[in-house]
Every structure is written in structure tokens, then in C-alpha cells.
């Protein structure tokens, strides 16, 4: 590495010491990042190949290590490195947030929920079993792949909240098409989930459906009631 991008190093690792990224250009932060997987280049240029290649930081960091291997100058040790990051900003969401509170709202279940859809490149469905007081039991991903949600496992739902002895579960998935409206499917498969809980005893408190950071309640929209 030339004496020149080892002071062009050192200026940025002091400039995000001292201003953090707020600052940063999308080019910048990933050229930041690099240097950890490539402490001998310099790695500006690649940086903008992958900007340029996926269209943002985040198109960088949400695509496959196969996609990423196709860049000139990218390996796996560097696309392993960028795919973590979306996975490792959800483990520190979940690690920092207070989870022992009652979700007895809306808000507080989505807050709760938004936090494990970060990075996946999949769809995934989660399950949320609640005490009597509303406070989680406990939350388990009930699968991920390519999801259609009318194929949830009914009867997966049903067995898990008797294991826990809950008295009411919250539903989420995600939609990765970015709009967070139910889909047909997905009311049918909310229908079908109340009938088979109302017949063992168990509410249902809600579906949410994630889109990136947003979410929506099918509980609010009166599905539930009917």
C-alpha cells in the first residue's frame, strides 16, 4: 500500500473518530468498512464499483455473497464481511432493545417485531406467545425461505402457543416487495389462525405485517373483530 492511500486511511478512520458517519458520503462509509477486509489496497475504487453495482449502501450490504463475488475485487472474505452487516445490526437491535414490557399495544408489538426483519433476504414468519399480562413467553421464527403466507402451518401456531401455555400470539412476516398492505392471502390465512385459536382458548392478538421499517396492524384495520 503506497504512502499516499496509508495517509488517505488513517485521515478517515481519524474523521469518523471525531464526526462519526452522519458526514460520510454512501462511498465513503463502505470504503471505511473495506479496510478491514482488504488492509493492503486502496479501496476507493471498489467502493464506488459496489455503489455503482447495486445502486446504494444498502443494495451493497443487502446483496448475496454471490452477487457481491461477481464485482471485480471482491472475494469471498469481503463479501462475507458485507453480508454480515445487515445480520449483525439486527443481533445489536435485539441485544439493546428492553424486551421484559408488556406488548399491550400496537406500537409496542411492531417495535418489538420491526427489529428482527433487519437484513433478511428472505421472507420469514415469527410467532409471539403472551401471558396473561402480555408479556412474552417467547418469539420464534416459524420459517423462512420463499414464503407465501397463506402456506403458514396452522396447526405449527396452534401447538407452539399450547407449549408455552399462552393465552394470546401475536403473527408477523414480511413482505419484501416493500408495501406492507395485506394481501388476500393474508387475510384468508388471519381468518383461518383466529378460528383454529378461538378453538383452544387462545387470543389472537394480532398480524403484523414488516415492510422494511415499516409495518402494518391487521388487529387496527377491525379484521380481528369480525
Request: aromatic residues 6%; hydrophobic residues 45%; negative net charge.
Amino acid at each position: 500500500m503506497s504512502e499516499l492511500h496509508a495517509g488517505h486511511r488513517k485521515r478517515l478512520k481519524a474523521r469518523f473518530l471525531s464526526e462519526g458517519l452522519d458526514g460520510f458520503a454512501e462511498h465513503n462509509v463502505l470504503e471505511l468498512l473495506l479496510f478491514y477486509a482488504l488492509p493492503q489496497q486502496d479501496t476507493n475504487p471498489l467502493a464506488h464499483r459496489l455503489i455503482d453495482a447495486f445502486g446504494s449502501l444498502s443494495g451493497v450490504l443487502d446483496a448475496s455473497v454471490e452477487d457481491l463475488c461477481r464485482i471485480k475485487g471482491v472475494g469471498p472474505g469481503t463479501a462475507m464481511l458485507l453480508s454480515l452487516m445487515p445480520a449483525l445490526f439486527r443481533r445489536y437491535r435485539l441485544s439493546g432493545a428492553d424486551f421484559d414490557t408488556c406488548l399491550n399495544t400496537t406500537e409496542k408489538a411492531g417495535d418489538y417485531l420491526l427489529p428482527r426483519f433487519i437484513g433478511l433476504k428472505n421472507e420469514a414468519v415469527y410467532v409471539v406467545c403472551l401471558d396473561a399480562k402480555c408479556k412474552p413467553l417467547c418469539c420464534r421464527m416459524l420459517s423462512e425461505g420463499t414464503v407465501n403466507v397463506a402456506q403458514i402451518n396452522v396447526r405449527k401456531v396452534v401447538e407452539l402457543a399450547l407449549s408455552f401455555n399462552a393465552s394470546s400470539i401475536i403473527l408477523a412476516h414480511n413482505h419484501l416487495s416493500g408495501i406492507a398492505l395485506p394481501s388476500t392471502e393474508d387475510v384468508a390465512t388471519t381468518l383461518h389462525m383466529k378460528r383454529a385459536l378461538d378453538a383452544v382458548g387462545i387470543a389472537f392478538v394480532d398480524h403484523i405485517i414488516v415492510a422494511d421499517d415499516d409495518f402494518v396492524s391487521l388487529a387496527q384495520s377491525g379484521l380481528l373483530n369480525q
